[in-house]
């Protein structure tokens, strides 16, 4: 008997002899499942010609299949390098990223995001710092039913819920690593007030230098945030000081790029007279010369894990078959802008 009318999921389920769900994994691009049974379930696809409709799954699942990304930050290079380990996950997919900068610090912002989620109606949502580290956020995605995930540079939430970095102690490494080449006037360029990045990087040196019994006078620390502009202005206030540092510690690369350009107007060699440490290990730090000593921060890596944190439940039966790390270990780079300091 000819059959009439456009193929379904069902029938493609029914001729490969698998589950509906199994048909929508192989449509999606699942790792979970193995070559046979993708190739058995694409090929009857092809012979069908099944057109999967988007847009009655999502009416069936009372979701788009749209993941969001919501960031209040500066740091343009760090929004985009988030992009990127997102879309690497969701590749051959059906769900597209959108991404909705918002201002953490407006009176509305809590409903802002609220309308954002409900208009949109997201699959998931990523929230970036500093507006993961708001606790408020995280309660309004439990009360909506919404995946969500939040990064941070600290534990913020279980698990699910969560990609984090170790900060602290990585930013004490790297300052260890000044104080043995014998630095013992560091300066800092810290993060901006409110994130909870920036504490814990000026935790991480603070920790160092009382390890070490250095007394860090205040003059010793000026405040950026996490862009050139504010990291130029920030070290020429250090460098303008008498006796100046030996070495800075910038919180990001982009400070520490513009501690480089702020050293090399005032005539001065780094690393031989100013020793420089970034934190991110953007393009910048590489490209640079000479190029930054400065803190890998897997933020691609982690971008990518929080995205496929948020599409478990689609790709495994519970949610819980696609293990994802939630804590990566930033890792010190060493490069040519870190030298031992003058002598006298």
Not at 46 to 61: F, I, K, M, T
Not at 113 to 123: A, D, I, M, P, T
Not at 211 to 232: C, M, V
Request: aromatic share 6%.
């Amino acid at each position: 008997m000819e059959r009439t009318g456009k193929p379904t999921i069902n029938d493609v389920a029914r001729i490969a002899g698998v589950s509906k769900k199994t048909v929508s994994r192989v449509i999606n691009r699942s790792p979970l499942l193995n070559s046979d049974t993708r190739a058995k379930v694409e090929q009857v696809i092809a012979d069908l010609g099944y057109v999967p409709n988007v847009q009655a799954r999502a009416l069936a699942l009372r979701r788009n299949f749209l993941i969001g990304l919501i960031h209040d930050n500066p740091n343009a290079q760090m929004v985009m390098n988030v992009q990127a380990g997102m879309l690497e996950a969701m590749r051959d997919t059906e769900f597209e990223l959108i991404v909705r900068p918002i201002d953490r610090g407006s009176s509305t912002m809590l409903e802002d995001v609220r309308n954002f989620l409900e208009r949109q109606r997201l699959y998931g949502v990523m929230f970036l710092p500093p507006v993961s580290e708001n606790e408020m956020v995280a309660e309004l995605c439990r009360e909506l039913g919404i995946r969500y995930v939040r990064m941070g540079s600290a534990t913020l939430d279980s698990s699910e819920h969560m990609v984090a970095s170790n900060d602290s102690e990585v930013v004490t490494e790297a300052v260890n690593h000044l104080i043995a080449l014998g630095h013992r006037r560091i300066g800092l360029i810290a993060g901006p007030h409110g994130f909870r990045s920036a504490r814990e990087r000026r935790k991480g040196f603070e920790n160092a230098l009382e390890e070490a019994g250095i007394k860090l006078p205040r003059s010793l620390i000026a405040d950026g945030n996490y862009t050139f502009e504010t990291g130029l202005a920030a070290a020429d206030r250090l460098l303008d000081l008498s006796p100046r540092p030996t070495a800075i510690f910038a919180s990001n690369d982009e400070m520490a790029a513009a501690t480089l350009h702020a050293a090399r107007r005032r005539g001065m060699s780094v690393p031989e007279d100013l020793s420089i440490v970034g934190f991110d290990d953007t393009a910048i730090a590489s490209h640079i010369w000479p190029p930054l000593t400065t803190v890998h921060w897997p933020i691609i890596s982690m971008a990518r894990s929080a995205a496929l944190k948020l599409l478990a439940e689609f790709f495994g039966d519970d949610g819980s078959a696609v293990e994802e790390p939630s804590l990566f270990p930033s890792t010190l780079i060493h490069r040519a802008s870190v030298a031992p300091p003058r002598e006298g």
